[in-house]
């Protein structure tokens, strides 16, 4: 068992960053290839990003890739989201998920773990 736990969300303005936190509780957080999530209203879960068990590679989707950054800290059992370049369409709900499988995925059903979510709010 994972559980999963953001941070760091907020209201920025257009080109601004913001770093998201996603700690993890549990002694096996180093071998769950560790993803990010968003939802905005009225629109599905979209893949951002993900990174694997070492965090070398991560993988973006097109709509952040050169914006967002994804690190990780095994030690810390905590994942990064570094926002940058923030736009309004990137407002919304962020959460980090865990998957135990070692290849890298978008797709959401394969993530076991969840957090909760944090809001972020982009103004134009």
């Known amino acids: 068992q994972v559980q999963l736990v953001e941070s760091g969300g907020g209201l920025v303005q257009a080109g601004g960053s913001l770093r998201l936190s996603c700690a993890a509780s549990g002694r096996t957080f180093s071998t769950y290839t560790m993803g990010w999530f968003r939802q905005a209203p009225g629109k599905e879960r979209e893949f951002v990003g993900a990174t694997t068990i070492s965090g070398g590679t991560p993988y973006y989707a097109d709509s952040v890739r050169g914006r967002f950054t994804i690190s990780r800290d095994n030690a810390k059992s905590t994942v990064y989201l570094q926002m940058n370049s923030l736009k309004a369409e990137d407002t919304a709900v962020y959460f980090c998920?865990?998957?135990?499988?070692?290849?890298?995925?978008?797709?959401?059903?394969?993530?076991?773990?969840w957090g909760q979510g944090t809001q972020v709010t982009v103004s134009s």
């Open positions: 998920a865990a998957n135990p499988r070692l290849a890298l995925s978008s797709n959401a059903k394969l993530y076991d773990y």
